[in-house]
């Protein structure tokens, strides 16, 4: 099984395992630049999943829910998932949404827990994340690699 997982957001962090391989995993930035339309996010993140699903070949892609608590960072937020369940319908991918609570109980023991927790429990794990974005799509991974019996790292 091929799984990429997903943090999303303006700053997305990401993490990916192939059958046989090991963890890769980032941050990418779908920053909108002066003058461009709020829409050229989703369009950065369209081409960026392309380029990143023909790397891994997922089955599966397993994405984060945040709280939607309004404004920009949900409006962002939305519209990101949106793209990534059209891109995944198009191209026959399954999805496995994950609420952060889950995820941050699973990882912590509590479903409260921060940012630094979060980045704290994925380098107990033997990981480097760069910020909390990638720690969480680390986690992530891992989390799915237990819930759907798959290999373990």
């Not at 993140?45 to 599966?60: E, F, H, Q, Y």
């Not at 319908?89 to 927790?117: C, F, Y």
């Not at 794990?125 to 720690?135: F, K, S, T, V």
Request: proline letters at 3%.
């Amino acid at each position: 099984m091929n799984l990429l997982t997903l943090d999303l957001a303006t700053k997305t962090g990401w993490a990916a395992k192939e059958a046989g391989a090991p963890v890769v995993s980032g941050v990418q930035v779908f920053d909108v630049r002066r003058g461009e339309s709020p829409g050229m996010r989703f369009l950065k993140c369209r081409s960026w999943l392309k380029d990143i699903s023909a790397m891994v070949r997922p089955n599966v892609i397993v994405y984060e829910q945040a709280h939607h608590r309004g404004g920009a960072a949900t409006a962002c937020g939305v519209g990101l998932v949106t793209v990534v369940l059209e891109f995944t319908a198009q191209h026959e991918i399954e999805t496995m949404p994950v609420h952060s609570a889950t995820l941050k109980k699973w990882a912590t023991g509590s479903g409260r827990a921060n940012k630094g927790d979060m980045i704290k429990n994925c380098i107990s794990r033997g990981y480097q994340p760069q910020d909390d974005n990638e720690a969480d799509a680390i986690l992530l991974l891992l989390y799915a690699i237990e819930e759907l019996g798959g290999e373990k790292v």
